[in-house]
């Protein structure tokens, strides 16, 4: 829902009279509770009335978290006299952002990148310059709530006590997801706890070689995990060695055979290098024709 609609519902229930009118007194209107998505954003909704007819000073606005007026400070940003902007001073982590106008009487924030630390109760205050009295904090607060589609968080496969393994795994979510394992030996005995946001489900007693397969759902979602169990055997399993030797002797066959290539391709190599490095004798046509002319002709020699 948008801020403007969130705004709209929120006035209906508590409607903020406009600049300008006297309310004879300080008040804050606040949700009480408030819910985010995980790495999302939320709205948090704060309107006020004050005893001024008309207040054009500067006006300070805080958001405080775990308790009011001692809690610590996570957004504040003020507005200069004869001014509507409110100049950001704190902000925690960057999240923090000021939705409202001030000076309409709506300090209303947004809190962004949702994180599980985020879920905490809020409190609003503004301060008018002036008198120690001219400044108000809510009391209840606003609980944020979040909530999260669930994800695996770990999962593995634990050795115990003689040669009796298990698998685990971990999620997170909110709502709590339940955590259900799939597998050869699913049947077996499980055990959960959690904690938080997070839920962890154990599979004792593996005995079977297979994968296992965890599934987290909520309301807003699922995910999956798996883990891959063979379990260990004697080296005198003569059908386990066999499978092994053949298979690091295809390994070794196949090592063989590319070495071999390259040592071939490299012998070619060099015998085409040599062969073109070797200088060429050519003939001499002048010296033939030398030759040639050398010679006497056939009547030349009849005559001696």
Known sequence: MSYEKQ???????YPVKAKGVPSHKWSMQVPSDVTGEAGGGAVLLCTFTHPHKYYDGMITVIW?????YNGSQVFR?????????????????????????PRHNNISIKVDNLTWTDGNR??????FAGDIHDRYESRNGIRLHIIAAPRIVNITVLPGPDHIFSARCTAEGEPLPSLTWTGPSAGNSTSTYSQNHQITKELHALAQDGRYTCTATNSLGRAEGSVYFYKFRAVGDSSVLLTLLFALGIKLLLLLVILGAVVCQRKV????????SRPQVQESNYENLNHSNNRPSPATAATQ
Do not use: W
């Not at 705004?7 to 229930?13: K, R």
């Open 122 to 127: 809020y409190y609003c205050r503004v301060e």
């Open 77 to 101: 940003c003020v507005v200069h006299s004869s001014s509507d902007h409110c100049q950001t001073a704190v902000s925690y982590k960057g999240k923090y952002k000021l939705l409202g106008n």
């Open 7 to 13: 705004l709209g519902m929120f006035l209906l229930q």
């Open 64 to 68: 405080r978290i775990r308790e009011p």
């Open 269 to 276: 190599h060099s015998a085409a290098q040599e062969t073109l």
